[in-house]
């Protein structure tokens, strides 16, 4: 086990870098010891940096729940995973309480790694085996580091169940959005899909990442005739696609999703925004069926099975790498031209 950095978020932009130290206590039998490569960063680990985070949080904390690392120590029930790739769950469930039943992510007594309790920002990290899956697809550290986010997409698409005639618009062209486009071109065989990217620069990065994207930077044009006839001919004044996926972070993403989604349509919500205002108007009028999603468990297979076939376009999303001690940096990106950050944690990044 070599030395390493240790992060932690004690408060909003108040970021200390310490070294990482070898546990003390003794491993429970289904207890792994794992030396982190490599950790991806959320848009929720920026917005904790931030002090901008929608959702449950906490601090201090070690941030981080997209991650890759080497299992080099385990208890009596965890041999299986000695020597082998892993990465991890966001969420920790308990698998006790019925919830756990149907949906791991809305277990009763849910933690968030790097969210409510401590991440992976750090060389060494003890966890519980049941949290972590191993790499069955020869990724590498790399791309095993960004099963996490493909399976929060991955999950919340299945949910929804797309169907390759579909018209689907993706508002927001950051990591998820940008997740959900591959899934729905590359899994779900979608022909028709667009990006919708408010910010000039950003959809002018993505459009150089993914030359074969459809990038639109504003809404439909609304129908001048349903306009104009008023009453609920106007509320499908925009409303274009089947299915909408409000991947974005601004407060309008949903109100956008609503209004662009055809009557009887679907419309699939990631975002954590309480401020978001939600049209039940748009809603009811055209019957639409609105679904959130939270979370990646039950959804690692899919994501890791999809980043093995697509290897190079899901790499393609990395656009910047940086050791674990620039961590200050990483955070200090333009968010207009990065996708994704990993920070090294590994030898390599020394």
Request: aromatic share 6%; with cysteine.
């Amino acid at each position: 086990m070599s030395a390493g950095a240790d992060l932690r978020l004690t408060g909003p932009g108040r970021l200390t870098v310490d070294e990482a130290k070898p546990p003390t206590a003794p491993l429970g039998p289904d207890e792994v010891l794992v030396e982190v490569d490599r950790v991806t960063l959320c848009g929720s680990d920026q917005a904790l940096y931030d002090g901008a985070y929608g959702g449950p949080s906490s601090y201090p904390l070690r941030f981080g729940h997209e991650w890759s690392g080497l299992v080099v120590d385990t208890g009596s029930n965890g041999r299986a995973l000695l020597g082998r790739w892993v990465t991890g769950d966001c969420s920790r469930w308990c698998g006790d309480c019925p919830r756990c039943g149907t949906d791991r992510n809305v277990c009763t007594r849910i933690e968030k790694f790097g969210l409510t309790v401590d991440g992976f920002s750090t060389r060494l990290r003890t966890v519980d085996r049941r949290y972590l899956y191993p790499d069955t697809h020869g990724l590498g550290p790399g791309l095993l580091a960004l099963s996490e986010f493909f399976a929060v997409a991955a999950q919340g698409l299945h949910r929804i169940a797309p169907r390759p005639d579909e018209r689907v618009l993706v508002i927001g062209a950051g990591a998820l959005g940008l997740a959900s486009y591959l899934l729905l071109t590359g899994a779900y065989g979608a022909g028709e899909v667009e990006l919708l990217e408010a910010d000039e620069a950003k959809a002018a990065a993505v459009r150089q990442l993914l030359p074969s994207a459809r990038v639109r930077t504003g809404a439909p044009e609304p129908d001048a005739a349903a306009r104009a006839a008023g009453g609920y001919a106007a509320l499908t004044a925009t409303a274009r696609y089947d299915l909408t996926v409000d991947c974005s972070s601004g407060a309008d993403g949903l109100a956008t999703a609503l209004a662009c989604a055809v009557p009887r349509g679907r419309v699939l919500c990631f975002g954590l925004r309480r401020s978001a205002a939600l049209r039940t108007d748009l809603l009811v009028a055209n019957a639409l069926t609105l679904v959130g999603s939270i979370g990646g468990t039950g959804g690692f297979d899919r994501a890791q099975e999809f980043l093995a076939g697509h290897r190079e376009e899901a790499a393609l999303l990395v656009t910047h790498r940086l050791p674990a001690e620039r961590a200050a940096e990483a955070f200090a990106l333009d968010p207009r031209t990065r996708i994704k950050t990993q920070l090294m944690f590994g030898e390599d990044a020394r």
